[in-house]
């Protein structure tokens, strides 16, 4: 009968707290997982954004250089003053400089001799395929390092007669990728269209320009073209990323650790197993407690009754309560009775 009662206790005890608990697992889990989704979606576009306007910003500067006549006419002379103006006023931009069709070096805005830029992809984007606008991520000629290079038509009566670029350190334009962190786990990255590295967390990577096309956020994105929110493993750890791409489709990818993501909800499922334990250890001793409380008087009542049937009928039934064990306790006071009486007649 105790271990009836002990286990219609804990049934009755932890079962609903049990599930309870299962519910709230999953529906934080299930919050955590919007949120963390949200929250690295928000952050790439955020970022891809970012790196737009801070892109635009120079190609607009570009733009309203290579307007002018000092610049438009392609005179070393005339070029190389508007060149320095823009470098000291934009002190980001290392070097801005002119090229001829030819790909040779018209002007420049430090003293450095004239160098050939005709192999340069950038270059022919501009001279050969017509674009508006060019870039590239090169390692510099002037400075032997990873950089960006912004370039603009020069145009005169609708004719392209010159190239307009700038030379930008990756880590001015870069600050705003490898500055954002999510923990100790969640950090930002970004390659360009044909994967390799402009901004990383991981100096080395874009001081030697590395390729990561097989990198499974890089990878998904390259697929479609689409952004995509990806579950992976990254050195053994599962991670959870987002990717995105500004609109010159330079791939901006953040990521985090799930571990880290899902620390709440394991600190949670600790919390309810130790609230789950100590109920149960609460609820078994009551049952037990209560239980004994029951049963002694079940027990005595029992033997008592065991001794009338044998023609013990002088030892009094007493029970002090008015509950039901205490009318049970006074039935079998009057049945005592009855039988002695009955024998004492007999």
Known sequence: MIAKSTLTMLIVGLVPLALFGAITLVQQGDRIRSDANQSLRNNAERIASEVDEWVDKNVRVLQAAASLPAITGMQREDQAKVLS???????WMYLVYTIAPTGANVARS??????DYRERQYFKDIVVNNKDVSWESVVSKTTNKPVLILCVPIKLNGMTVGVLAAGTSIEEMSRVVVNWKAGKTGYAFMVDDKSKVIAHPVEDFALSQRRLPDHPLVAAFH????????????GGSETLGYVHANRFNWVVAVQQSTDE???????????????LVGAAILVTTTAVLS???????????THAAD?????????P??????????????????????????????
């Open 85 to 91: 103006a823009i470098r000291k006023a934009y002190p």
């Open 110 to 115: 430090d003293e450095q001799p004239l160098a």
């Open 223 to 234: 697929a479609d073209s689409q952004p995509h929110l990806t579950a992976f493993l990254d």
């Open 261 to 275: 993501l899902f620390a709440p909800q394991r600190q949670t499922l600790m919390l309810g197993l130790l609230l």
């Open 291 to 301: 239980s004994k409380v029951l049963v002694r008087p079940i027990v005595q009542m």
């Open 307 to 315: 001794r009338m049937s044998m023609g013990e009928l002088e030892a």
């Open 317 to 346: 039934i007493r029970w002090a309560s008015k509950d039901e064990l205490g009318l049970l306790a006074t039935a079998l006071e009057r049945l005592r009775k009855s039988m002695k009486a009955a024998i004492a007649r007999m």
